[in-house]
């Protein structure tokens, strides 16, 4: 049986899986399915000790349970989102909607059904990297000479993609991958409206299996992140029905 450690950092060029679960069951066929992929694992067994670690010695992705005792997924999710925007998958009960509203809500990229199939949490794990991938572990920036990622900036918006970096009226605005890459797409055209399935595109694009009120979720949680800088911020409009909208007047 694997057992929960904190295993040290990975070596230049290698990728840090951390998962979080009390099943061992699962900890150990996880991180076994993982190793064969080519990624580092580090598991813990509950939310309280991977806390500080994750804080500490930060993994690239981390995968949590939501049902752990100690610290649940959704608290365990709310710390690290105070301090680190480190990318998140969750595992829910299967057709708890309620679960993953909330993980969503709280700053989740992801979440995937129990029971789960490996390879899917393989892809989708993959699939997170490759947005971040602009973004160093430990909120590091690596610095993009892309051309086609210029800086966008809309009234008081202002993007650097290269950076993933966010203001509002010179304010910083810390988000998610997830997040940013959905209000990339909006930014881009202001005044156009974007379908959830488009915005879903833009977010997820190697990823066809996302329930459209993810972006709901993602949607409400970046509006109250611009509110709590500004809170008159209205930029981005919901079009009942069709989808969402940036206006910069």
């Known amino acids: 049986m694997l057992e ?42 509950d939310g309280e000790t991977a806390l500080k670690a994750l804080l500490e010695n930060p993994p690239d992705l981390a995968v949590f349970d939501i049902k752990m005792p100690k610290m649940d997924g959704h608290e365990l999710l709310r710390r690290v989102r105070a301090k680190s925007d480190l990318p998140v998958i969750f595992l829910t009960s299967k057709d708890d909607e309620a679960d993953e509203e909330v993980g969503l809500e709280l700053g989740a990229d992801d979440y995937i059904a129990k029971p789960f199939s490996l390879r899917l949490l393989t892809a989708r794990i993959r699939a997170i990297l490759r947005r971040a991938e602009t973004a160093a572990p430990g909120g590091e920036v690596r610095i ?5 990622n210029p800086s966008i900036a809309r009234g008081k918006l202002f993007m650097d993609p290269a950076r993933h970096q966010v203001t509002w009226a010179d304010q910083p605005v810390s988000l998610t991958v997830t ?4 209000l990339e797409a909006l930014a881009a055209r202001p005044g156009v409206i974007k379908s959830r399935n488009q915005l879903m595109d833009a977010a997820y694009p190697d990823d066809i299996f996302v329930d459209d009120r993810t972006v709901d979720s993602h949607i409400k949680r970046m509006r109250r992140k611009f509110r709590a800088v500004d809170p008159e911020f209205s930029a981005i409009e919901t079009l009942y029905g069709a989808g969402y909208s940036f206006t910069d007047g």
Do not use: H
Not at 4 to 11: F, I, N, Q, R, V
Not at 16 to 37: F, K
Not at 179 to 182: D, S, T, V, Y
């Open 4 to 45: 929960p450690t904190d295993a040290p950092m990975g070596k230049r060029g290698e990728t840090v899986i951390a998962l979080v679960d009390d099943d061992r069951n699962i900890l150990t066929t996880v991180s076994i399915a993982l190793q064969a992929e080519g990624f580092v694992t580090r598991v813990y067994s």
């Open 144 to 148: 993009s000479a892309d051309p086609v």
């Open 179 to 182: 997040e940013f890459l959905i």
